[in-house]
């Protein structure tokens, strides 16, 4: 075979800075047999790098379909894209990996990242620059990610391990410092906000053209073609290429921070969802207060085991200031009791498990998986990209474990554990290997498969069945779940795929927004594939998956919601339908919400009143018609949900605090606490929630101070009157004013048994028929968005590829 027969057309694209990058090239495979690398040859056939300041969702597909026009080619001649993972700006990057991502999985073609700082250099190299550079790149809060290379011919070589981040004073001072910093060249888009203070240190004088501070397409698409370059790309798949991280999000920092103090274990027990993680069982970092509680434990686990038991000073020091900004450490607790923990340390882009341990009364329960995919999620923010660790020969559990979660056996180390006591070595690469069940925290991490997947296999009348079904899938990232479900035109679910992150939050007692988009980046593709196999099998099709060209439409939330979050959906949904040649539909997460109530009633027609009471929303809303709501009234403050998880929080319940209030209340006594009603006067249909949190704030405070014990039951059941007797007053009053005579709820909080037994029967004793949601799709899931979405496909409502998510729409 020639190697012109091997060349690919890939498209390049990097969205890291204020420069939108992207190029058409021919990309074609050079071997070497003198023991030199493989690198790749490229052929740019178009570019179409432009300065796009937060705009790059906007104008990201548009500029793709630009360039592939200018190369006089189309979507169906690309045979792979490449992508900028960082680090750069944290939305842009996930702008340019979400599109990447829906682009190939779209396409089913494989998809390479490569780093933008390794990107900046080879731009710099094409223009022709030589010796010493130095690349700032822009990391916003006073930083800078700083890279060193020496670029001769052949092109730039790292003089570093790993990218990092630091404040720009600090990259000011050790290049200053250097013997050679008269030689060095700068570079990078940090110079136009720091450009100043590299000027003052005297390093300005031989910085670049300013026209080169920025990356292009040929600069991505040579950087990926070298031989450095190629072996990092590691797999083609779009699920496994993740953004370059370089630190955890301001609030796993500062959790950091804190647990180093010596505080009360109880302290840092936050509650998990008991459908996530089993009743009562909680995960969070190591605190200091644990060390004698693990030293236990780690006697209990390693009794007659080679492995030497780590004292409780041991553990301490790995909280000491100088080991925990490498170290990842968390605990699994049991109403109270430590039974679980692991840990790891940093070394360069590694991380060594350094302990693993979990109670013999609680083994084979998930929590040693749970435990090290959330090591293995820190290492990852860190920039680790492969996790390794030593176990005994003799450990058959323990290896059956890591082998499952994607270690392979790499050596052995003779004695390790004392004589005739080895240690078998073994690495696997990050994200690990998790299963797609509900006790997984990431349950949507890549797997090791074949890419591009295989083209299924359909008979003549299967493919009739399927283009007659018309299947629309819809995709909702609008907060903390990653959601996918596929519904036909005749309103059939077929798929219904949920990825939580309760598990990453709990701790913070609220959802963590920076955190929250990293998920979805990182699982979207999983939770695609999910859905599409799922289809298939609801369908009875053996032989594979739906593919994405077997769809109609394409369908995901544009907002409201967390704008990081909705980014990463909007993204990931206009590549793939773009690459399936599919139309797309927007979709607004609130008429979601009270389209649900159509999955268990059907006939469900306006007009009607419907309450929406979640975490971010309370709203009483008169549904005229579909597409012609008026909203009655809405919080004034805090959100129901929202509500329920302070008082929660307030009373150390843990989060979300919604179903543990719930399950408090049942044995309550809803009349034992007079609660304020706020905003109870006929016609005002408003709602306020601060007044009532306030106030049972004081009554915890004053019971406290009087020494009298809190009756957890009752207070719970007496708040939960408060907040429900409003909303059931509000909604009859709507009622009997507009006449309507049916009543629908939605939300997360509409899953509360005690809101919806009330208003089915205080409504219904008025002759109003009342449609509440099934209870999986009460809080955010992709199923409504579907219901929604499949109304606009019949009505040809379908949306620009321009469009962008869109955190504050309203209904």
């Known amino acids: 075979?020639?190697?012109?027969?091997?060349?690919?057309?890939?498209?390049?694209?990097?969205?890291?800075?204020?420069?939108?990058?992207?190029?058409?090239?021919?990309?074609?495979?050079?071997?070497?047999?003198?023991?030199?690398?493989?690198?790749?040859?490229?052929?740019?056939?178009?570019?179409?790098?432009?300065?796009?300041?937060?705009?790059?969702?906007?104008?990201?597909?548009?500029?793709?379909?630009?360039?592939?026009?200018?190369?006089?080619?189309?979507?169906?001649?690309?045979?792979?894209?490449?992508?900028?993972?960082?680090?750069?700006?944290?939305?842009?990057?996930?702008?340019?990996?979400?599109?990447?991502?829906?682009?190939?999985?779209?396409a089913n073609v494989p998809l390479m990242g490569t780093s933008t700082l390794d990107a900046c250099a080879w731009t710099a190299w094409k223009a022709g620059t030589r010796g010493l550079v130095g690349v700032a790149a822009d990391a916003m809060r006073g930083e800078v990610y700083p890279a060193l290379y020496t670029?001769?011919?052949?092109?730039?070589?790292?003089?570093?391990?790993?990218?990092?981040?630091?404040?720009?004073?600090?990259?000011?001072?050790?290049?200053?410092?250097?013997?050679?910093?008269?030689?060095?060249?700068?570079?990078?888009?940090?110079?136009?906000?720091?450009?100043?203070?590299?000027?003052?240190?005297?390093?300005?004088?031989?910085?670049?053209?300013?026209?080169?501070?920025?990356?292009?397409?040929?600069?991505?698409?040579?950087?990926?073609?070298?031989?450095?370059?190629?072996?990092a790309a590691g797999s083609t798949d779009p699920a496994a290429v993740l953004?370059?991280?370089?630190?955890?999000?301001?609030?796993?920092?500062?959790?950091?921070?804190?647990?180093?103090?010596?505080?009360?274990?109880?302290?840092?027990?936050?509650?998990?969802?008991?459908?996530?993680?089993?009743?009562?069982?909680?995960?969070?970092?190591?605190a200091a207060a644990d060390a004698e509680a693990m030293a236990a434990l780690e006697r209990e686990c390693f009794e007659g085991a080679g492995h030497e038991p780590w004292s409780a000073n041991l553990f301490l020091a790995e909280l000491s200031e100088g080991a925990a900004a490498a170290r990842s450490w968390w605990v699994a607790h049991d109403n109270g009791e430590l039974i679980g923990f692991a840990g790891g340390m940093v070394v360069d882009k590694d991380v060594e498990i350094l302990d693993v341990a979990v109670s013999p009364a609680h083994r084979r329960e998930g929590i040693a998986r749970k435990l090290l995919a959330h090591v293995s999620y820190d290492a990852q923010m860190l920039g680790c990209t492969?996790?390794?660790?030593?176990?005994?020969?003799?450990?058959?559990?323990?290896?059956?474990?890591?082998?499952?979660?994607?270690?392979?056996?790499?050596?052995?180390?003779?004695?390790?554990?004392g004589a005739g006591?080895?240690?078998?070595?073994?690495?696997?690469?990050?994200?690990?290997?998790?299963?797609?069940?509900a006790a997984s925290p990431e349950p949507t991490a890549a797997l090791a498969r074949e890419w591009p997947l295989p083209a299924p296999s359909r008979t003549a009348d299967e493919a009739a069945e399927i283009e007659r079904r018309q299947l629309i899938l819809a995709i909702e990232s609008s907060c903390d779940e990653t959601a996918v479900a596929i519904v036909d035109v005749e309103g059939n679910l077929l798929a219904n795929q949920v990825s939580t992150q309760i598990d990453f939050h709990a701790r913070f007692g609220g959802v963590v927004p920076e955190i929250a988009s990293r998920k979805h980046v990182e699982v979207i593709v999983g939770v695609v594939d999910a859905a599409l196999e799922e289809a298939?099998?609801?369908?009875?099709?053996?032989?594979?998956?739906?593919?994405?060209?077997?769809?109609?439409?394409?369908?995901?939330?544009?907002?409201?919601?967390?704008?990081?979050?909705?980014?990463?959906?909007?993204?990931?949904?206009?590549?793939?339908?773009?690459?399936?040649?599919?139309?797309?539909?927007?979709?607004?997460?609130?008429?979601?919400?009270?389209?649900?109530?159509?999955l268990t009633t059907p006939d469900l027609e306006p007009p009607f009143i419907f309450t929406l009471v979640s975490g971010g929303h309370t709203m009483l809303v008169h549904v005229r018609a579909w597409g012609d709501y008026e909203v009655l009234g809405e919080t004034?403050?805090?959100?129901?949900?929202?509500?329920?998880?302070?008082?929660?929080?307030?009373?150390?319940?843990?989060?979300?605090?919604?179903?543990?209030?719930?399950?408090?209340?049942?044995?309550?006594?809803?009349?034992?606490?007079?609660?304020?009603?706020?905003?109870?006067?006929?016609?005002?249909?408003r709602f306020s929630l601060s007044g009532l949190k306030t106030a049972v704030t004081l009554y915890i405070e004053q019971e406290t101070a009087a020494g009298r014990a809190i009756h957890l039951p009752d207070l719970a059941a007496s708040f939960e009157a408060a907040v429900f007797d409003v909303q059931y007053k509000k909604a009859k009053c709507a009622l009997r004013e507009t006449g309507a005579r049916e009543y629908c709820i939605g939300g997360g909080v509409a899953a509360n048994p005690h809101l919806r037994q009330m208003m089915i029967e205080k409504l219904g004793r008025q002759g109003i028929r009342v449609t509440v949601p099934p209870q999986n799709a009460c809080t955010d899931n992709a199923a409504m968005i579907a219901v929604v979405a499949r109304e606009k496909f019949l009505r040809g409502e379908f949306a620009e590829f321009t469009v962008d998510a869109d955190p504050n729409m309203t209904l």
Request: glycine share 12%.
């Open 1 to 106: 075979m020639k190697l012109d027969e091997l060349r690919t057309l890939i498209v390049a694209i990097d969205t890291s800075t204020d420069m939108l990058s992207c190029a058409v090239a021919w990309w074609t495979p050079e071997v070497f047999f003198d023991d030199r690398p493989s690198r790749a040859s490229v052929e740019v056939l178009s570019s179409r790098d432009h300065l796009c300041r937060r705009r790059a969702n906007v104008e990201l597909i548009q500029t793709v379909r630009e360039a592939l026009d200018e190369a006089g080619m189309s979507m169906s001649d690309v045979g792979g894209f490449l992508v900028g993972r960082g680090p750069g700006s944290f939305t842009g990057v996930r702008i340019g990996i979400s599109t990447a991502k829906g682009l190939a999985r779209g």
């Open 386 to 417: 492969s996790a390794s660790l030593e176990v005994e020969a003799d450990n058959e559990s323990a290896r059956a474990l890591y082998a499952n979660l994607g270690f392979e056996q790499i050596g052995c180390r003779r004695g390790y554990y």
């Open 536 to 598: 298939a099998e609801s369908l009875g099709l053996t032989g594979g998956a739906i593919t994405p060209a077997e769809l109609a439409a394409v369908g995901v939330t544009q907002g409201p919601g967390l704008v990081g979050a909705l980014v990463v959906g909007v993204a990931f949904a206009k590549g793939f339908a773009l690459a399936a040649d599919k139309p797309l539909i927007c979709v607004n997460h609130l008429e979601g919400h009270l389209f649900a109530n159509k």
């Open 151 to 231: 670029l001769d011919d052949e092109g730039p070589h790292r003089m570093f391990e790993r990218e990092r981040v630091v404040k720009a004073a600090v990259a000011v001072e050790e290049w200053a410092e250097r013997a050679d910093a008269g030689e060095l060249q700068l570079t990078g888009d940090g110079l136009v906000r720091y450009g100043k203070l590299f000027e003052e240190a005297g390093l300005m004088a031989r910085a670049l053209p300013r026209e080169l501070w920025w990356l292009t397409g040929e600069g991505v698409l040579l950087a990926a073609a070298c031989p450095e370059g190629l072996a």
């Open 243 to 286: 953004p370059v991280y370089t630190r955890l999000s301001d609030a796993e920092e500062n959790e950091r921070r804190r647990l180093g103090l010596a505080e009360s274990v109880n302290t840092g027990i936050t509650g998990v969802a008991d459908e996530l993680a089993g009743r009562h069982l909680q995960v969070r970092p190591m």
């Open 636 to 685: 004034l403050d805090d959100a129901v949900g929202e509500a329920f998880d302070k008082v929660a929080k307030a009373l150390g319940l843990g989060y979300p605090g919604g179903p543990i209030i719930s399950r408090l209340a049942e044995g309550g006594n809803p009349k034992a606490i007079d609660f304020p009603r706020a905003l109870n006067s006929r016609g005002d249909y």
């Open 421 to 437: 006591r080895d240690a078998y070595v073994m690495r696997a690469p990050l994200p690990l290997v998790l299963p797609v069940d």
